[in-house]
């Protein structure tokens, strides 16, 4: 009996030592491996984060990046728009008291001119500055440029009125005596080359801003085949004069329509 004892002592010592050991170590294992993960998972939200953190970041400095070239670029418009508005108040400050006192006068007799209102002629200036102005003019029935508002650049020199001013259309129109290639816009009529170059035009003792418009209003209703811009358009003109006219009609529609 006692050795039965013995035995059965032993063997359940050695059942219970091997299934604590076995629970132990599965506890530990399990402890451990619940460790583990939670560790893991905490490192991998933490990567997360960082992560996250950094992409954050990145997209803060790339909004503060697009932000500053915004600003630069801002900045560069308004010094191009402040450096063009110097150079004409600079313009103005140096120009002749005699000369800016003349165009101020000129400009406000054109805009009450009942001809020129006849003929459609609307009057403004860029920038207060009186030496640049901008006339708008319809294009009359009839024509091929009805229905379009065809706008004129009216530059004075500064030494004005011993040069005429420079006129120039400023939307493209098809036309025989308008550069539409190399100077875009050029008006080419003798008598405004003439009192540009030499201030005064010999076929008239007294030429002005109001007589010039007329002439430029006449182009409208003629083709001086005598000095045109391009001998294609000329020989359109002579040999094909209605397909000139679609022409001149298909430019008014992109170009020049209101």
């Known amino acids: ?38 560790n893991m998972n905490m490192n991998c939200m933490g990567n997360m984060n960082n992560m996250n953190n950094m992409n954050m970041n990145n997209m803060n400095m790339n909004n503060m990046n697009m932000n500053n070239m915004n600003n630069m670029n801002m900045n560069n418009m308004n010094m191009n728009n402040m450096g063009n508005m110097n150079n004409m108040n600079q313009m103005m400050l140096n120009a002749n008291p005699q000369v800016l006192t003349r165009l101020v006068k000129e400009y406000k007799l054109c805009t009450q001119d009942n001809d020129l209102i006849q003929i459609g002629c609307n009057f403004g200036i860029e920038n207060n500055n009186y030496f640049t102005w901008r006339v708008t003019m319809m294009g009359p029935k009839n024509t091929p440029y009805d229905g379009g508002l065809f706008t004129i650049a009216i530059n004075f020199p500064p030494d004005y009125p011993n040069h005429g001013p420079e006129f120039k259309f400023k939307n493209r129109i098809y036309h025989l005596n308008v ?47 005598t000095s045109p811009y391009s001998d294609e358009m000329r020989d359109l003109y002579l040999q094909n004069p209605k397909k000139f006219e679609e022409e001149a009609r298909k430019w008014t529609q992109m170009y020049a329509a209101i």
């Not at 076995?22 to 294992?29: D, P, S």
């Not at 030499?198 to 083709?223: E, H, M, R, W």
């Open 1 to 38: 009996m006692n050795n039965n004892m013995g035995n059965m002592n032993m063997n359940n010592m050695g059942n219970m030592n091997m299934n604590n050991m076995g629970n132990m170590n599965m506890n530990n294992m399990g402890n451990m491996n619940m460790n583990n993960m939670g």
């Open 179 to 225: 550069d539409f290639q190399r100077d875009l816009g050029h008006i080419c009529i003798n008598s405004i080359n003439e009192w540009r170059t030499t201030g005064k035009v010999t076929s008239k003792p007294i030429y002005t801003v109001k007589q010039a418009l007329f002439d430029i209003f006449c182009l409208f209703y003629n083709q001086g085949t």
